[in-house]
């Protein structure tokens, strides 16, 4: 078993699943503007895989530079709508929507994660 990991994610699935597999972890998520990396890599045509490889990969980094000498897990899942991204809802209203949208659509679930240490 791991002595120490951060999880750099406020999500309570993946803190669960770290405890369900005995990895014991702190949780110190990255607060990265998702949004803004997210527009940035849609201008220039990154695919949802290479997106929610680099947040992944952002999330761990930014968390390990700080904590240096422990593994840092990021991870990132984004939804893949015929080629579309689907974000997080702000609101109900919009969670709805999203999810009229996806229903009897076929999309893909896309997560990715990345381990740093010592900022990369």
Known sequence: ???KIILASKSEVRKKILKENK?????EPSNID???VKESLLNEKASPEIISKNLAE???N?????RTGILVLGADSVIDLNGKIISKPNDRREALEILNNLNGQ???LISSVCISQNGS
């Open 62 to 66: 930014k968390i390990s530079k700080k």
């Open 58 to 60: 952002l999330k761990a």
């Open 23 to 27: 990895i014991n972890c702190m949780v």
């Open 34 to 36: 998702e949004d803004s």
């Open 1 to 3: 078993m791991l002595d």
């Open 106 to 108: 076929t999309h893909k």
